[in-house]
């Protein structure tokens, strides 16, 4: 599974605002397992921190030059067991995820050469299950009540897929 006109490039300080201002749509801060709304500081603080770390990747992907969203990694090692976190940009076409995850998963398992990619959703992000269940992860465990919300306690359901999955999916290579 190729995505042709996808790009994935390394987030920089210029991207600072438009990440932020992603992250702190109502739309995605409510799926996070962090959801309060988020300073210019503190976002500095953590582009400082997680950018210079060599076992992290703080990744922008676009379609012909147009943002389709923002993944991180951290787990970063040849062979390694890494965990994903990402949103779509606000606005974008309906499937701009699944661009998104492809393009992603082709870097991570391609060039990154990880061996597994872990991923987890809040019970009630419907569309992070299905879009990670139609990107072939498998759901790998259920941490009940692991995240207290506004409106209570909620499961954390948890994803898993393997390069061996992921390079076997025949749309891989048929792009
Ligand atoms: C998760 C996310 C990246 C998916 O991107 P997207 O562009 O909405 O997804 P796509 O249009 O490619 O669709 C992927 C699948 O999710 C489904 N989906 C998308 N939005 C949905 C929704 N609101 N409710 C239920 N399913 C939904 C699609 O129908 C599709 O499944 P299908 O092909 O079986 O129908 C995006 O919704 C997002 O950024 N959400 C907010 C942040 C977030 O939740 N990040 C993940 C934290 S674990």
């Known amino acids: 599974m190729t995505e042709k006109n996808c790009q994935i490039r390394s987030m920089t300080n210029a991207d600072l605002e438009q990440v932020l201002a992603w992250r702190n ?3 995605i801060r409510r799926y996070m397992l962090t959801q309060h709304e988020i300073s210019l500081t503190e976002h500095r603080q953590w582009y400082e921190r997680n950018s210079q770390d060599p076992t992290r990747r703080l990744l922008i992907v676009e379609e012909d030059g147009m943002a389709l969203g923002f993944v991180h990694f951290s787990g970063v090692a040849p062979g390694g067991i890494a965990d994903w976190g990402f949103y779509a940009a606000p606005g974008a076409a309906k499937g701009s995820g699944h661009k998104l995850g492809v393009t992603v998963l082709n870097f991570a398992f391609g060039t990154l050469g990880l061996h597994k990619v872990c991923g987890q959703a809040l019970d009630f992000n419907e569309a992070s299950i ?3 269940r139609k990107l072939g992860f498998q759901q790998e465990g259920v941490l009940r009540q692991q995240h207290k ?27």
């Open 149 to 175: 919300g506004a409106d209570g306690y909620h499961d954390l359901i948890c994803f898993g897929l393997l390069r061996e999955e992921w390079n076997s999916r025949t749309e891989v290579n048929n792009g």
């Open 130 to 132: 299905r879009f990670h």
């Open 25 to 27: 749509e109502p739309d």
